[in-house]
């Protein structure tokens, strides 16, 4: 493959574009409050929407508040996590973001500039670009793109990003492609999301059949190799 160059503005919306054509137009809502968002994102790392919701379900029967998830003991609040997966990990993460934040419902980071919010987010433990991504988007409608696995792989496959960039690049590439608008944020996180788990999938991504085939770097050097 010939050497990375930054994809343009343009690019993106023909990504954007055709992605809209294959799988429809998402409309982003913002649901959660906050720490709402903040304790799901922290409870999807590493499993599938399913048991990430199961885990929240039972964590918000179990304990009547945030304050009591954070006064815990941390067995019971693994125990009730635990068919979200790492839940010894994820209790203690959770617990430690509760002590940080105390009495604050975070619900200020909605009117402060992006940049302060989100590196406000990034100083709680555990939480990375991908979480504060998550919570900007999802709670606030704030324009921001959360990089999940999904969105690394066919967004550096598509040459979105510097080949092996860290996630925190391929963050702030997002955000420099991306316009300052939620629901274009919004439209191309999904849409990369749905296009990796349909047809850009990790081991045996369809490129023979993938209406982006024209504009990807990768799947054009497999149709050259005769590979597809
Ligand atoms: S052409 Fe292949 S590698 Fe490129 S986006 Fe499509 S499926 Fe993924």
New binding site residues.
């Given amino acids: 493959m010939s050497e990375w160059k930054p994809a343009t503005r343009r690019k993106l919306l023909a990504i954007r574009d055709r992605l809209r054509k294959a799988y429809g137009r998402p409309a982003l809502r913002p649901h959660l409050a906050p720490v709402d968002e903040l304790i799901l994102t922290v409870l999807s790392q590493n499993t599938n929407d399913r048991n990430r919701d199961v885990a929240y379900a039972r964590l918000r029967e179990r304990f009547s508040s945030w304050d009591e998830v954070r006064d815990a003991d941390e067995d019971e609040v693994e125990e009730a996590i635990r068919p979200g997966g790492i839940s010894r990990v994820k209790a203690g993460r959770i617990q430690k973001i509760l002590r940080a934040i105390g009495d604050d419902d975070l619900s200020r980071l909605g009117e402060e500039p992006l940049d302060q919010a989100r590196a406000e987010l990034c100083e709680l433990p555990g939480v990375g670009r991908k979480t504060a991504a998550c919570v900007l988007l999802f709670s606030f409608g704030r324009a921001d793109v959360p990089v999940d696995t999904h969105v690394y792989?066919?967004g550096t496959?598509?040459g979105l990003f510097r080949p092996k960039a860290s996630f925190d690049e391929a963050h702030d590439e997002m955000l420099r492609l991306v316009a300052d608008d939620p629901e274009e944020a919004y439209e191309v996180h999904v849409g990369l999301i749905r296009?990796?788990r349909r047809?850009?999938?990790a081991r045996d991504?369809?490129?023979?059949?993938?209406?982006?085939?024209s504009?990807?770097?990768?799947?054009?050097a497999?149709r050259r190799s005769g590979e597809?």
């Fill in positions: 792989r066919v496959r598509l296009h990796g047809t850009c999938t991504p369809r490129c023979g059949e993938c209406p982006l085939l504009l990807c770097p990768y799947g054009k497999r597809i």
